[in-house]
């Protein structure tokens, strides 16, 4: 049985750090691509960060990229995303997903899902 299970979240002050962990059973990372998204209160489910299961390219959108990196432990079979120079516009509950095949910007194309942790950047 697939499943995702993310760790890390918490209230961090503004310019802050977090790392955020997404623990994977039941597949391999490397037949998987791997995401990042977020949605806040009353927004859409938008897309953070991405990594391919086959050559482990990553992606970023622009509101993160140079802040967020993501990454992946093949031995633990686990994907982190380590979030730096946090925002108060970073608040948002952060899901990690999965899907078989490329990595995709839409995250209607993940089918697997973890539970999701909150992150809050507030003072």
């Known amino acids: 049985q697939l499943q995702l299970v993310e760790s890390g979240g918490g209230l961090v002050q503004p310019g802050g750090s977090l790392r955020l962990s997404c623990a994977a059973s039941?597949?391999?990372?490397?037949?998987?691509?791997i995401g990042w998204f977020r949605q806040a209160p009353g927004k859409e489910r938008e897309g953070v960060s991405y990594?391919?299961?086959?050559?482990?390219?990553?992606y970023h959108a622009d509101s993160v990229k140079g802040r967020f990196t993501i990454s992946r432990d093949n031995a633990k079979n686990t994907v982190y995303l380590q979030m730096n120079s946090l925002k108060p516009e970073d608040t948002a509950v952060y899901y990690c997903?999965?899907?078989?095949?490329?990595?995709?910007?839409?995250?209607?194309?993940?089918?697997?899902w973890g539970q999701g942790t909150q992150v809050t950047v507030s003072s």
């Open positions: 990594i391919s299961g086959s050559d482990g390219s990553t």
């Open positions: 997903a999965a899907r078989r095949g490329p990595v995709s910007g839409s995250y209607y194309e993940y089918d697997n």
């Open positions: 039941g597949f391999s990372l490397d037949y998987y691509a």
